[in-house]
């Protein structure tokens, strides 16, 4: 009893380049198979060393065009071979009979091919007698859809530092090759290069999540609020320089802000402006902030302290009341962009404020401090929480903040008094404040056009 195997057909040239993501690597592995031919046909000694250089490279691209072209391009490279020419057409009577025998919808008819000594297509055209070399007079025909065309389209187009479809089509074509739709084809290749899309993708748009509860509920102003530091100021106190910091919190529901002031950007600072603004704005529910180290011991400060307490009695007096212990909620690690409340915040008060005290800051003192805070609080307050119908002299007045905490939406009058700019060096220190007062307040104006 016989058995017979039936053995696959060995894989061809083409088949096995498409194992390969390189045209360099694809070249240099074809060189290498036609030196062992070579060797084999000339019965060199075993164990002969199998280099290869340039001269090697250059024949192995060669071969591998002429594959792709015997594979894609039959009829043409059968009419060609009848002519028995290496070179471009010249006898009008031979482009004659080409033109009729091939077929009109053949991808080359307009292309003017002709064969040259290696048997390689090539484009023709009117310009063989320039002083170029043959791969700019006429460059190597390629089909499109093809393994190696895309192996070529990519290795010129990383050549050419993933730039735009122009200049990686030019770089293509000064290589000496010619891709039938290369247009289309390298717009193709960009598509689908990780790096092009990386490099020049649009921006993405993404839905915005929904709103939190603490911007929804309908609370008293500064039951629910973001905190956050901003400065350093310097200020003037006898002969020194020291640092003073801004305390600044907003309100999430009505976006009013209150600033106070610090002096240091310890814990115990920041909790002593915590209780001056609870003091004055009354309880908080929820405290939103990032996790500065002064906030973070603050909370930490304010659960040991917790601890120590009869926590169930006074948490169920505070119910009653409708009040809370304060709640910090902080955002995680680098993240800015996730308390744009507050820093939208800061963003307005440090336009009114950054340039005045960075050049006079040093005239003013704790006190003085406070109060151009103070004020500074009270006009940004007084700004319009939108902007529809500000033109419109039908329309009601604006909704500010101001509307919100006090039922006013002027800022109070400043005291009487023509303040000049050589008040600032004034030893009333109260109209320093005052004269920086109107400089802040036609900043603002400014800046809300």
């Known amino acids: 009893m016989s058995t017979s195997t039936c053995l696959p057909p060995p894989a061809s040239i083409l088949e096995r380049l498409e194992y390969f993501s390189d045209w360099n690597r694809a070249k240099h592995a074809t060189a290498l198979c036609l030196n062992l031919r070579n060797a084999l046909l000339a019965k060199r000694p075993k164990g002969t060393c199998l280099s290869v250089n340039v001269e090697d490279m250059r024949q192995a691209e060669l071969e591998i065009v002429k594959r792709v072209q015997n594979t894609f391009f039959k009829e043409e490279l059968l009419i060609l071979r009848s002519f028995d020419s290496e070179g471009p057409f010249e006898a ?220 169930d009695r006074i948490r169920q007096y505070l119910l009653e009341q409708n009040c809370d212990f304060v709640q910090f909620k902080m955002n995680v690690p680098s993240a800015s962009h996730m308390g744009g409340v507050w820093e939208r915040q800061i963003r307005s008060v440090r336009n009114i404020l950054s340039t005045l005290l960075c050049q006079l800051g040093t005239q003013l003192d704790d006190e003085s401090l406070r109060t151009l805070m103070s004020e500074a609080t009270a006009i940004v307050n007084s700004r319009p929480l939108t902007l529809e119908n500000l033109n419109d002299p039908l329309s009601v007045e604006p909704l500010t903040p101001n509307h919100l905490l006090t039922m006013k939406s002027k800022v109070f009058l400043p005291p009487p008094g023509n303040f000049m700019k050589n008040d600032v060096y004034s030893r009333k220190r109260w109209r320093r404040v005052q004269f920086l007062l109107g400089t802040v307040y036609l900043t603002f104006l400014v800046s809300c056009k």
């Open 92 to 311: 009008n009577d031979s482009v004659k009979v080409r033109n009729n025998t091939m077929k009109k919808k053949s991808s080359l008819y307009k292309l003017d091919p002709f064969l040259d000594q290696d048997g390689i297509i090539r484009v023709g055209g009117r310009i063989r007698r320039a002083d170029l070399s043959i791969d700019l007079k006429h460059p190597i025909i390629l089909p499109r859809h093809s393994h190696v065309t895309e192996l070529i389209m990519r290795y010129f187009h990383e050549k050419s530092f993933h730039q735009g479809r122009g200049i990686t089509t030019n770089t293509i074509r000064s290589h000496g090759y010619w891709i039938i739709g290369c247009s289309s084809a390298v717009s193709n290749l960009l598509f689908k290069c990780v790096t092009c899309r990386k490099l020049r993708s649009q921006t993405q748009v993404q839905k915005m999540a929904d709103l939190p509860v603490d911007r929804l509920e309908t609370v008293p102003p500064f039951t629910y609020c973001g905190v956050d530091l901003f400065g350093p100021w310097l200020i003037k106190e006898g002969r020194k320089e020291l640092k003073r910091y801004g305390v600044l919190f907003t309100c999430l529901s009505s976006r009013s802000i209150h600033i106070e002031t610090a002096n240091s950007l310890d814990t115990s600072s920041f909790i002593n402006a915590l209780r001056r603004f609870v003091s004055i704005r009354g309880p908080v529910r929820h405290l939103r902030c990032d996790q500065g180290t002064n906030f973070v011991g603050a909370e930490g400060e304010f659960t040991k302290a917790m601890s120590e307490l009869d926590f």
